[in-house]
């Protein structure tokens, strides 16, 4: 659980989120009637504080302009609150590397003006970063550390905070009396202050001990009061916790009141774009599915989980560049300030030597154009080959894997000319069957053309150009079973193919066979000797305005697919689900992905039913 997101600087901003609504347009118009620039940036930076509940990107836009004002005017404090924004913004956003290093900045920062009270508040937001991420050591020290520089402070009105977050994360660190002591501690600096936020939050406290002593429906009773609290006071990020809360206790016995609970809480978290709280959800609705065997439901959620990881990834890779950007611009504020300082000594100077006022003040203005100049087109060339070097990597990447899928793909043709070869070789020339040139010259026509498809465009298989004709689906069928034929004699298994009538769709007729090779060859590699290996084709006519479709299927009873890899088999390139087969030919982790992104280019389906041990079937479904 999050628990509140810290109100990071002024605690004198708590009660609800509708108060702090009307101080933002308060704040916001009396920024026009402002001269200070000190007091400019104080009214910023709470601006941008303010605005997290109800818009994380205000917060982000507010605390660069407060920093930008703040560095220029030299104001230390301003900067670290701005600093302070900007890592709430990317805990937020569920950034944890970038947030962690705009904290441990704002922490250096504080340190050096001695401001202890935000220094506290600092090492509660690192605290609970770190138990996001699940480093519960880095966060049992860093809220010890913020407990014990806490308990210094004069005033008080930060430790609520401190205390509650501290309990609701790590509970075994307390014995039960003196959490009902500190809870009575949290309760007394909350009203002293008038903190309704924290006075609805710390329900969930007591909520819990009632849970702990096993009082069940006081606890929920008292848990679904804070949560209409906090919806009530727009208090999102306490709601969304007590949601996810709620509907891990009703998961076991109510099942319809635990999937609302977390339905209400994604439908937050989608709607104000907090993507931490969306992928903890779908991970719990993932599971919960996946407990009770519901594929459909279960699949919808791990594709909503591999979309919210790939986007976090992508943040994750962009939060280098943004960190550097602002450390490049720290450097260079500090180079300026430097150049400020001896420009004011070199103009005392020039007030004794009065002679030699106008060269010195000349040499100074010529060199500080030279030197922007120098700045300006040193960040140039660093932003080139940072985007070039970017360029190289993904091209190094994607040249790589394009050579493995080459490799992957053209086995199953050239074992099939290698095995017809060999059979030529070892049989007289009276002996050899016309049959077998065919296969060969199919065989290696099928290589020259994937070599060529593949070299002519790029590594996504699914977004390539399909070259659609009438298709015998029954007919591919045979040709694929007689094209492996060879691999499946090598361990006795019998390879029976349909005998039907034609059975035509509009295909890419070379890619479709890829899809059927691979599908047969897994069945070959991972079923033992002597074992059957069945390939059917199924028609489903027209009907209710739905077109008619043909269903594959390939059937084995081979070692089938563990549970744990079964949602990542259509994924490229993961070790963890790679086997070798069952004479020890090894596994590549690309075949099933090349045939998901055909499938799915033709419009179609592909899925697998398995039970390790016991086979599998994998179908492939195409509209006629």
């Known amino acids: 659980m999050r628990a509140i997101v810290p109100l990071v600087i002024l605690l004198l901003f708590s009660g609800t989120a509708h108060c702090q609504e009307d101080l933002v347009h308060s704040l916001q118009k009396a920024l026009p009637a402002i001269t200070d620039s000190a ?13 997290y509940e109800q818009d994380a990107d205000s917060t982000m836009l507010y605390a660069r ?4 004002i703040a560095e220029r005017i030299d104001y230390p ?9 900007l890592g709430i913004y990317f805990d937020i956003k569920g950034n944890s590397e970038l947030a962690l290093r705009y904290y441990g900045d704002a922490f250096n ?17 690192i605290a609970m970063v770190y138990n996001t991420n699940g480093n519960i050591e880095k966060a049992l020290s860093h809220f010890k550390r913020a407990m014990n520089l806490g308990a210094t402070l004069r005033h008080d009105s930060i430790m609520s905070l401190v205390i509650y977050n501290y309990i609701l994360q790590y509970p075994q660190q307390f014995s039960p009396d003196s959490v009902d002591q500190y809870i009575h501690k949290i309760i007394n600096i909350a009203e002293k202050y008038h903190d309704i936020r924290v006075l609805l939050a710390v329900k969930q406290l007591q909520a819990n001990r009632l849970l702990e002593k096993k009082d069940t429906a006081n606890g929920i009773r008292l848990l679904e009061s804070a949560l209409s609290g906090g919806l009530r006071e727009n208090l999102n990020f306490m709601s969304l916790d007590l949601l996810i809360e709620l509907a891990d206790l009703y998961a076991g016995k109510d099942s319809v009141k635990a999937v609302n609970f977390y339905l209400q809480g994604l439908n937050i978290s989608k709607t104000k774009n907090y993507k931490s709280y969306e992928l903890s959800i779908d991970n719990r609705l993932y599971n919960f599915y996946l407990a009770r065997n519901d594929q459909q439901k279960a699949y919808e959620y791990s594709a909503a989980l591999l979309e919210l990881y790939r986007t976090k990834q992508d943040l994750e890779n962009q939060s280098g560049i943004d960190y550097i950007s602002y450390a ?9 300030r430097e150049e400020k300082v001896y420009a004011n000594r070199l103009l005392l100077l020039v007030g004794i030597a009065c002679l030699l006022a106008g060269a010195i003040i000349y040499l100074l203005w010529r060199n500080k154009k030279r030197d922007a100049r120098v700045h300006a087109t040193l960040e140039k060339q660093y932003q080139q080959l940072t985007t070039i070097s970017t360029a190289l990597e993904a091209g190094n990447k994607n040249y790589a894997r394009l050579i493995r899928v ?20 070892e049989s007289p020339p009276a002996t050899w069957e016309k049959e077998w040139i065919a296969l060969i010259d199919q065989a290696s026509k099928g290589c020259l053309q994937l070599i060529t498809d593949l070299l002519e465009t790029d590594f996504d298989i699914g977004n390539q150009p399909l070259q659609k004709e009438s298709t015998d689906v029954i007919a591919l069928l045979q040709e694929s079973a007689q094209l492996l034929a060879y691999r499946a004699e090598e361990k006795k298994q019998a390879l029976i193919s349909p005998k039907a009538p034609p059975s035509f769709i509009v295909a890419d007729k070379r890619k479709l066979s890829r899809v059927i090779d691979n599908l047969v060859g897994n069945a070959i590699k991972f079923s033992p000797e002597g074992a059957t290996i069945e390939i059917m084709a199924e028609e489903t006519p027209a009907a209710n305005n739905k077109p008619g479709t043909v269903t594959i299927s390939v059937r084995d009873n081979g070692m089938g697919i563990p549970p744990e890899i079964a949602a990542r088999i259509f994924e490229p390139f993961e070790s963890n689900i790679k086997r070798k087969g069952t004479s020890g030919e090894p596994s590549f982790g690309l075949g099933l992905y090349i045939c998901k992104q055909i499938v799915e280019a033709h419009g179609g389906r592909i899925w697998f039913e398995s039970q390790a041990g016991k086979g599998s079937t994998f179908y492939v479904s195409l509209q006629q």
């Open 109 to 125: 920062q504080y340190g050096a003006i001695r401001d202890s009270s935000n220094l506290v508040q600092v090492l509660m937001n």
């Open 328 to 336: 490049l611009k720290d450097q260079q504020l500090e180079i300026i």
């Open 39 to 51: 007091q400019y940036v104080d009214i910023l930076n709470k601006i941008s504080t303010l605005s």
């Open 406 to 425: 080459v490799a992957h793909d053209l086995r199953n043709p050239i074992g099939a000319i290698n095995a017809f070869t060999s059979m030529m070789l």
């Open 65 to 68: 302009t407060a920093r930008e």
């Open 77 to 85: 404090k301003g900067i670290a609150d701005a600093t302070t924004n």
